[in-house]
Structure formats: C-alpha cells, structure tokens
C-alpha cells in the first residue's frame, strides 16, 4: 500500500473503529429492560437505532464495496431505512445478538478497506455509473449516520432516565 492509499484508509479505519465503538458502548450501557422503550408517539428505541447502524454500514460502505449485502436473514425487515419497528416487530434479537453482529460487521469493514484501498484512494470520489454517491462519500456518510444514530441513543437513553424518575 502506497503512501497516499495509506492516508486514505487510515483515517477511515480509525472513524469506523471510533464510531462502532461509541454505538457499541451504548448498547452494552443499557439495562436490557430500557433497550425497547420508547416513548408515546415515536417509532423507534435504543435496539433499533443500534441494529439499524449494521444496516446502514452495509447499504453505504459493503454493498457499494463488493456488490452484495452481507446482512442477516430478516435484519432490512426489521432494521432498514423504511421499517416502523414498534409498530411491526415484536421479536427483536439480544443486545448481546446485537453486540457480535456489530463488531464482527466492523471487522469485515476494515478487512474491505484494506482490500479495496487502492480502488478507494484512486476512483472514490468518481460518481457512480448508476448513480448516488461516490464510494468515499458513501462510506463516510456511513459512519456519519452512525453518529446521528448514537445520539438518538443517548437522548432515549436520558428520556427512560426521567421517565423512570416520575
């Protein structure tokens, strides 16, 4: 790996390991009784936020990488961009489940970009064919909703805080 293919995957490589590991420690915070609350009027809780970080990573940095997903059987039902969870599933996999599902997707992330680094570092920010984002963007937009996502996480998280205060 050259010197500039290295200073484009480096630093994505840390960004993904950074985020996956705030999401991760969220999850592992979270009193199993605390992780399908939600509050009146919304559709979403602190396990679907944290299942939907696996889908996302997949629609926005493995798909785009090898052409295929690599997602559980079932998971874009209950986890991908257009579900309504509380609404529609009643059995959700463990935080634990969760947990594994998580690190190991974070592994194969980084094996990927180590594998692709040179078609990342030279084509990634071409648009394309088909259309949507160019391969670099894609990723970091990736790890960028993650973020988003954690702090929908947090903000349930101090919610089921003050509504187990009253």
């Given at each position: 790996?050259?010197?500039?293919?290295?200073?484009?995957?480096?630093?994505?490589?840390?960004?993904?390991?950074?985020?996956?590991?705030?999401?991760l420690?969220?999850?592992?915070?979270?009193?199993?009784?605390?992780?399908?609350?939600?509050?009146?009027?919304?559709s979403?809780?602190?396990?679907?936020?944290?299942?939907?970080?696996?889908?996302?990573?997949?629609?926005?940095?493995?798909?785009?990488?090898i052409?295929?997903?690599?997602?559980?059987?079932?998971?874009?039902?209950?986890?991908?961009?257009?579900?309504?969870?509380?609404?529609?599933?009643?059995?959700?996999?463990?935080?634990?489940?969760?947990?594994?599902?998580?690190?190991?997707q974070?592994?194969?992330?980084?094996?990927?970009?180590?594998?692709?680094?040179?078609?990342?570092?030279?084509?990634?920010?071409?648009?394309?064919?088909?259309?949507?984002?160019?391969?670099?963007?894609?990723?970091?937009?990736?790890?960028?909703?993650?973020?988003?996502?954690?702090?929908?996480?947090?903000?349930?998280?101090?919610?089921?805080?003050?509504?187990?205060?009253?």
């Amino acid at each position: 790996m050259n010197q500039e293919t290295a200073g484009t995957i480096a630093p994505l490589s840390e960004l993904a390991r950074h985020v996956r590991g705030g999401t991760l420690e969220i999850l592992d915070a979270t009193p199993v009784d605390w992780l399908t609350w939600a509050p009146p009027g919304t559709s979403n809780h602190i396990l679907w936020h944290a299942g939907h970080t696996l889908w996302l990573q997949d629609a926005l940095c493995i798909r785009p990488l090898i052409g295929h997903s690599e997602l559980p059987a079932g998971w874009s039902e209950s986890f991908g961009q257009h579900c309504r969870p509380v609404a529609t599933t009643k059995n959700w996999p463990t935080a634990p489940e969760i947990g594994r599902h998580l690190e190991a997707q974070l592994e194969r992330i980084l094996e990927l970009l180590a594998e692709h680094a040179e078609q990342i570092a030279q084509r990634g920010h071409e648009v394309p064919v088909s259309g949507g984002w160019p391969l670099l963007a894609g990723i970091v937009h990736g790890w960028h909703y993650e973020a988003r996502h954690q702090g929908e996480m947090y903000l349930l998280l101090k919610l089921c805080r003050l509504d187990t205060l009253q």
